[in-house]
Structure formats: C-alpha cells, structure tokens
C-alpha cells in the first residue's frame, strides 16, 4: 500500500512536467524556437581597457562622460547646469532665453542622437515644447533651478 502510495505521488508530480509544450533547454535536438531576443551583455561594470576619451570644451560634460549604469543622478545633473549654465547664458543675466535653450537643447540632442538633423522643424517644436515646459514660472526664461528641474525629470 505504501509502495503505491509513493508511486502515484511522484506520478502526480511529473505528470505536469511532462505536459510542458517547450522542449528542454538541454534538448540539442529541439532548439528553443522562442522570438525573444537574447539578453544584452552585463554594461553594469565599466570597461577598464579603453581611455575615456578627453571632454571637448565645446560640448556639455553629459555627452562627453562615459555611460554609466543608468541615467544621470539630480545631484549630477545639478552640477552639470552650474558648470555649463554660464556657457550657454549669453547675455549673463541668469535666465537662458529660448535661444540660448535651444543651443544647449541642441548640443545634447546631437549627443545623445547623433542621426538627428537638430536644425529640423521636429526638433525646433520639441525645444520650443521643452523651454514652455522647463520655464515653470512663465518668466520667459529658464534659471538654473527651473533647468536642472526640468532635466531631471527624465532621470
């Protein structure tokens, strides 16, 4: 009786094993015929081989630090602005305009999309959509509060 018993619980529990409709992954005769892709390699540790590349001075550092493990920390792009806020405020009056928005809008489009014409009608409305977005008081410009707010929104 219990030689039974034990037979039919462990009948129980690979019958439900046995009724998968994927083959096993160790089945060289039965490749998996799934359409997801495969997973990206590991990017999370940096690649210590090759130098990083020298900051140009005329590009924001966002576009010319290496790729980390993810977006841009609130603290990062906080010290982004104050370093390159001055470069981009032409009139130095503590506001960008949105001309000066749209050359700094325009520098990190072409860095993080290098295929991207930035002098295209598209990309023109998406800076003007982003400096009616980033002027969170309506002044007509944009400090280094309101654009550090604004672009970390995205992190």
Same mark, same amino acid.
Do not use: C, H
């Given at each position: 009786?219990?030689?039974?018993?034990?037979?039919?619980?462990?009948?129980?529990?690979?019958?439900?094993?046995?009724?998968?409709?994927?083959?096993?992954?160790?089945?060289?005769?039965?490749?998996?015929?799934?359409?997801?892709?495969?997973?990206?390699?590991?990017?999370?540790?940096?690649?210590?081989?090759?130098?990083?590349?020298?900051?140009?001075?005329?590009?924001?550092?966002?576009?010319?630090?290496?790729?980390?493990?993810?977006?841009?920390?609130?603290?990062?792009?906080?010290?982004?602005?104050? /370093?390159? &806020?001055?470069?981009? $405020? =032409? !009139? +130095?009056? *503590?506001?960008? #305009?949105? %001309? @000066?928005?749209?050359?700094?809008?325009?520098?990190?489009?072409?860095?993080?999309?290098?295929?991207?014409?930035?002098?295209?009608?598209?990309?023109?409305?998406?800076?003007? /959509?982003? &400096?009616?977005?980033? $002027? =969170? !008081? +309506?002044? *007509?410009?944009? #400090?280094? %509060? @309101?654009?550090?707010?604004?672009?970390?929104?995205?992190?």
């Amino acid at each position: 009786m219990l030689k039974q018993m034990l037979l039919i619980g462990a009948a129980a529990v690979s019958f439900p094993a046995l009724a998968q409709t994927t083959p096993p992954a160790s089945d060289p005769m039965n490749p998996p015929t799934t359409t997801e892709p495969a997973p990206m390699p590991d990017t999370t540790t940096p690649d210590t081989t090759a130098p990083a590349p020298a900051p140009d001075s005329s590009t924001p550092p966002a576009a010319t630090e290496p790729a980390q493990s993810g977006a841009a920390t609130p603290t990062q792009i906080a010290q982004i602005v104050d /370093q390159e &806020f001055p470069t981009y $405020d =032409g !009139d +130095k009056n *503590g506001d960008l #305009n949105e %001309t @000066e928005f749209g050359a700094w809008m325009k520098k990190l489009r072409a860095a993080t999309d290098p295929a991207a014409d930035v002098e295209s009608a598209e990309v023109k409305s998406w800076i003007g /959509q982003a &400096f009616a977005s980033a $002027d =969170g !008081d +309506k002044s *007509g410009g944009v #400090n280094k %509060t @309101e654009l550090t707010g604004f672009l970390s929104r995205g992190a």
